[in-house]
């Protein structure tokens, strides 16, 4: 399994759907060139997440704006300020979510929700402002940012994988996997893991 079939598992269920993302796999390979695997990936994320809930598109591109002005402010000059102020963005959005939900959702422990997955989106972020802050995180842009925050794979069970280990893992997606044990393969592993494959 790769990443393409793995955003299908993600979203659908049957086994008849299940077997059809797998069926599309090696198109994928043969027709997307390596260079825009990535971005290709992105788009089936966003348009997944949109078919689930279309205000999602709206809120991961805001936050990748964001995320990325706060990471260009804080590379320029490292300013507490900023992460505090962005943190507390951050936490507002946590609340706001959980107090203006609406009354019933997918799974009855959503239904306090606005939106399902903002919980998960400020954890990575608030990881990104802290990573930016302490000098570990380099500026990225827009692209990279959304790529991150939109990756299907990880929504329904995680992990929540940092950005640089994200960009770390840039090269796996140039490569088909050699195995199908798991739906996320490039992320898992160290980088001499993943040469191996």
Not at 68 to 75: E, I, K, N, P, S
């Amino acid at each position: 399994m790769n990443w393409l079939g793995g955003l299908w598992f993600c979203y659908c269920g049957s086994m008849e759907q299940q077997h059809a993302a797998v069926a599309i796999l090696p198109a994928y390979w043969l027709v997307v060139p390596a260079a825009w695997r990535r971005d290709a990936i992105m788009v089936v994320s966003l348009g997944l997440l949109a078919l689930h809930d279309p205000r999602l598109i709206v809120l991961v591109g805001a936050a990748s704006l964001g995320v990325v002005a706060v990471m260009h402010a804080l590379a320029a000059r490292p300013n507490r300020l900023v992460m505090v102020l962005s943190l507390a963005a951050l936490a507002a959005l946590f609340v706001w979510n959980k107090r203006h939900g609406a009354s019933a959702g997918p799974l009855v422990t959503q239904a306090p929700l606005a939106l399902v997955g903002v919980s998960y989106l400020v954890l990575k972020l608030a990881g990104a402002v802290v990573d930016a802050q302490r000098g570990t995180l380099r500026p990225g842009g827009f692209r990279e940012a959304l790529a991150w925050l939109g990756f299907l794979p990880t929504y329904p069970a995680g992990p929540i994988v940092p950005l640089e280990r994200f960009r770390e893992k840039r090269p796996a997606f140039d490569r088909a996997p050699s195995t199908t044990t798991a739906t996320c393969w490039p992320l898992c592993g160290s980088r001499s893991s993943v040469a191996r494959q």
